[in-house]
DNA sequence: AAAATTATCGGAAAAGGTTTCGGAGATCAA
DNA sequence: TTGATCTCCGAAACCTTTTCCGATAATTTT
């Protein structure tokens, strides 16, 4: 490639300082036009082309060129017209990366997601995506795969590619937070969403993971459970902590007591088959289940129905996370929704909003969506 | 900022210009001080550090630090040593957007999906991101929404910020290529994945929908079945047409008759449910459905459980696209398996052979990802 | 006719990092 | 003392675009 782009540059110059006499002359004049063109086509595999090649090839100066893309007063009405007309033609496309390098402007804000293949987390993306993209931002992905190591190298990668902000979910393994403290102390904008850092100081976008989980509870207890199971997420993540929280008001709410052997740890689908037989097994089996995600709450069912307990007669089941799995499940999961494309909308607009007003001064603050509760078919009906 | 910026410049040369005498001086040393100071922390929020903040202040170059950065034999151990101890506590890291312009690399590639929501296509995505980040490439998302205008401007926007290949699944709207013939001309490297272009001549990855569907369905013949409806998708989908194809060529290689009104255009959850009760209804019902993906076969597991039929016993279901749903509902559904990771980390490894080798002239060629019946409860057991 | 204005364009600098070329100084042998 | 060699480092080029500051010629005003 580089050769090539050497080659042009001496084929340039060759009109000039080349001459030939006799009957070479025809001849070489032939081969010298194909071996040009194909120099020239195969420039335009490794080359883009630029303002500068516009610029030459219409005897001008590259400033002229921008000026007149850009349809600046000080360029000719005739200078503008050649410019996009050789414009169109080469299919100028302008060079991001060195308006990039120029303004200190990226126009790419990046996130960080565990995985991206979780319904919750793509439609949060997708969120994200739209506003971005309405705002004339791209979006860079990245997978931490829930391992902290990785994370860590995603932060100095987004520091080096100049993302103009953040948009993070932690990851499962994350317990240090110096690299999102280091990125808050450069006030470098970054805005948390459903898995947030409760340590730093930032906006955040969470979902009201204490008022899903207690209206969800207060709506079994409404429809006659009384002895409600929680099968909860690891606690040292927000959203385990506070589902939990919500769970137990609900509960202290009613006058029911808390009892410590329904709640277990327990956030997969291989958990649930395991873990829900044990609960069914006790003295005094739970007559309802409050499972953590989706995925948890369809595994539960299942289970219940292997061990022929008749759902929601016998035992009714809500879930969190309205994905695509509780609208086919038999019969389709009751679930707390969490919206995940508004998250992801919100927490991009308050991304921009940070990224377009750096010195605002304004506080760090907490948005809070609410949950809404889709009852389906593995609830009893109320009253 | 701009202006702070400016004003660090004027203020950097205050000491050798400025004198004072008599009383004042001490008083205006300490005024000084404060206000360069207040500066100084103000740039480092704007302004992230370069390569030169550290050679100014260690007073050397700017090429002095890069080489001491990059080990080079010609920078003494004492200079390197001093590099490296101010770049980890000035936090410096390089800024990627001028090496891009310098190296022409931007180590980014591109992925064009019509929609991230899906978990096969956040499959792929997984994968093209795992094989991607293994190779140092970033991955620009990009999501059509079925819409071609979108992907339009979306190839202007990857051309623009000089992505070094692209990966794309077109949009259902798209019926006009030229974009994507442009980019092909310009041997831009390109692969397209599942949804691929016919028309235009490069790297692909498919799904073999054919034999997928043909297996799928030869195996219902085997398992009893003789009456076999199919929800197919629209037909200028290469995958819809495939798929259909296999399906009568199964029917066709065991002498059953292809019976038109058997077959449907439905591929989604909705459509499902207002198309078998239909089917059911017929004189002589189907005692087994091919679905195009995995909701619509839910759909229809759904919509038979609801007229009473018992699944699979009276009537078997076999889905295509092996996700999260398969798994979750009753009984769990025997799926035609995409496996969309692999799909991602072969398309993701041909883009960067091509970006790697851009002279190698290798014809393009479409990988065919073989797919894998996987038998859950939908389905009778074999003889 | 001289002066001022306008129209149109070019040149250079700047953004940040890497690389190449070469220069300055020290050391050592002849 | 001269020349050669080695160590260490600086200056400048390069990538692309935009903007500021001139520069030239043509036109208008005085």
Chains 1, 2 share one sequence.
């Not at 190591?149 to 080096?160: F, N």
């Amino acid at each position: 490639m580089y050769t090539l782009l050497n080659y042009r540059k001496s084929t340039q110059s060759f009109p000039q300082s080349f001459a030939l006499g006799g009957s070479d002359q025809k001849k070489m004049a032939v081969n010298f036009k194909i071996h040009y063109l194909y120099i020239l086509e195969y420039i335009n595999m490794a080359h883009a082309v630029t303002i500068k090649d516009i610029a030459k090839e219409l005897g001008v100066s590259p400033s002229t060129v921008s000026r007149a893309l850009k349809d600046h007063p000080d360029i000719s009405p005739a200078t503008k017209q050649q410019v996009r007309d050789l414009v169109n033609k080469l299919k100028y496309k302008p060079n991001a990366i060195a308006l990039s390098l120029r303004s200190q402007k990226t126009n790419v804000i990046s996130v960080i997601v565990p995985q991206i293949v979780h319904h919750f987390f793509s439609s949060v993306i997708s969120g994200i995506e739209e506003v971005a993209q309405t705002n004339g931002y791209n979006v860079m992905i990245f997978q931490s795969n829930e391992k902290y190591e990785r994370e860590l190298a995603i932060t100095q990668e987004i520091e080096s590619n100049r993302a103009e902000g953040v948009l993070v979910s932690l990851s499962k393994t994350t317990k240090n937070f110096q690299h999102f403290r280091e990125l808050a102390e450069k006030d470098f904008p970054m805005v948390f969403f459903d898995r947030v850092c409760e340590e730093i100081e930032s906006d955040k976008v969470v979902v009201d993971d204490f008022m899903g989980a207690m209206n969800a509870t207060e709506y079994l207890i409404r429809t006659g459970c009384r002895r409600i199971a929680h099968l909860a997420a690891p606690q040292h993540l927000l959203i385990g902590y506070h589902r939990k929280r919500g769970y137990i008001s609900a509960l202290e709410k009613n006058g029911i007591e808390v009892d410590d052997t329904l709640i277990v740890k327990c956030d997969t689908i291989e958990e649930a088959y395991e873990v829900v037989p044990g609960l069914m097994a006790l003295e005094q089996p739970p007559d309802a289940i409050l499972a953590v995600n989706e995925l948890t709450a369809a595994g539960a069912v299942n289970a219940l129905k292997k061990l022929n307990y008749k759902v929601p007669a016998q035992v009714s089941v809500v879930g969190f996370t309205d994905g695509l799995v509780s609208t086919v499940t038999d019969p389709p999961l009751t679930t707390v929704s969490q919206h995940g494309f508004q998250i992801g909308e919100k927490a991009a607009a308050m991304l921009l909003e940070r990224i377009r007003h750096p010195d605002s001064g304004k506080k760090p603050s907490t948005e809070v969506i609410k949950t809404e509760l889709v009852v389906r078919g593995t609830t009893r009906p109320l009253g």
